[in-house]
Structures are given as C-alpha cells and as structure tokens.
C-alpha cells in the first residue's frame, strides 16, 4: 500500500450497488436471476459487461478490446467501466467525511449491529478468522442493499463481496513525491487490483478502505461495481 496524492479533473457517476446476478445475467442473455451480487467473473468479464452496458445506452465504449485483451481505452468516454482504485478510495474514506477515514464507517476499530456483510459467528469451524461476537444474519452473500448505505449512498462498500476496480496490480513503488491527476494506476503489472472486503472477510485489517489484492480469474467473493464520466 503506497499512499498517492491525486486529484480529478472530471465528476463521475457511481453505481450505488454491486452488480447484481440479475443485471449481469440480461448481459449474458439469461432472464431472471436474483439481487445477489453477482460473483465468479473474471477481471475481463467485469470489463466486458461495462462494454455492453455501454451499447445498450448508445454510449461510446471505454474499453478497446481485441478478443480476449483489451488494448487500450478511450479515456474521454462517457462509457461505463470499472473505478479505478484511486476513485474506489476516494468514495469509501474521503467522500462527504470532514477527514480521511480508516474504514467506511469512520476510524473506530469496532463493527456496529449490521454493520455489513463479513465473516461472523456462523462460519465458526470453517475458516480461520471471523468476528465471534458478530451475526450479519447471512452466512454468505446477501442481496445488494440489505445494508445500511455510506453517508453518500453507496451500499456493500465495506463487505459483501470484493470488488474489481481498473488498475493493474504491479509490486514495483510507485512515485509517491508526484501529483497524479486522474490516476489510472500502474501501466502494467501481474493482475488486477481487488478493493473492499467480504462475506469472507474475520479481520479487522481486511476491513480497512486501503486494503488491496490482486487477481485476474473468477473467485466466489469477488464482483464489482460501475462507473462512467458525467
């Protein structure tokens, strides 16, 4: 984790919820589905779904992709596409908050009565660490809003499943004397940065906004939410 310092030169939308199997199930043609969030996608399934939605609103695709890789992006679309890990930061610690929190409900080192969606009392025996004295009431992922949202609207941000965001994940330091408008994050790395933590998710520090993984493939706890220029 290196803290950066950047601006941004342009407002966007966020999409308040994850993606849910529902919305992600009309992209791969299917009808029904459910209010979970969706999960299981891959880093590119993510970009592809945000490339659809893009054409079914007649927007310009912010993504190019060439087969299976994308090749470069139009950075002026209005099109959907992931956050980029400094906007995904941005909303989850600085967004309507007086100062730079540690979690997204503030800097107490404590969770509040459904605070989200993390691993309690009921995975006792089936993973290492969990919150004992904790009960969400879902023993895996819950439909999306069951939570109480963030102070600007924004629901899951602290658990329910993790989330792809833009960045390439790379283990060489970045710059941190710089100013970075619109930051993007590495040109390249070993995968993809994951934000936020989950229904897995019995530590503390796995709760923190600055938390960051890295994948590329299909995991349980893993989906993602949108985003597009204004």
């Keep these: 984790e290196h803290p950066l310092n950047v601006n941004f030169s342009r407002n966007i939308w966020v999409s308040a919820h994850e993606i849910t199997e529902a919305q992600y199930g009309a992209f791969k043609g299917q009808t029904g589905g459910s209010a979970l969030p969706v ?37 002026d679309s209005p099109g ?20 730079r929190t540690t979690y ?8 509040r009565d ?4 993390f691993a309690d009392k009921s995975v006792q025996g089936q993973q290492t660490f969990f919150f004992r004295d904790y009960n969400d009431g879902f023993a895996g992922k819950a439909p999306v809003g069951s939570f109480r949202a963030d102070r600007a609207g924004f629901y899951d941000l602290d658990g329910n499943v993790r989330e792809w965001v833009h960045d390439a994940y790379a283990v060489t330091a970045p710059d941190t004397t710089k100013q970075y408008t619109d930051y993007r ?7 993809h940065v994951i934000k936020g933590a989950s229904y897995k ?17 299909p995991q349980d706890d893993v989906g993602f939410r949108i ?3 204004q």
Aim: glycine fraction near 14%; aromatic fraction near 10%; charge should be positive.
């Design 104 to 111: 997204v409900w503030g800097n107490e080192d404590r969770l």
């Design 227 to 229: 985003a597009r220029y």
């Design 201 to 217: 998710s019995g530590r503390l520090k796995e709760l923190r906004a600055s938390i960051r993984n890295e994948g590329n493939g």
């Design 39 to 75: 999960t299981q996608v891959s880093w590119l399934d993510a970009v592809k779904f945000s490339n659809w939605l893009s054409g079914q609103e007649g927007l310009a695709v912010f993504y190019n992709l060439q087969g299976d890789r994308v090749v470069g992006i139009n950075a």
């Design 185 to 191: 994050g590495a040109s390249g790395g070993q995968g």
């Design 114 to 117: 459904k605070q989200g969606n």
């Design 80 to 99: 959907y596409r992931l956050l980029t890990e400094a906007e995904w930061e941005f909303i989850a610690k600085h967004n309507r908050r007086a100062a």
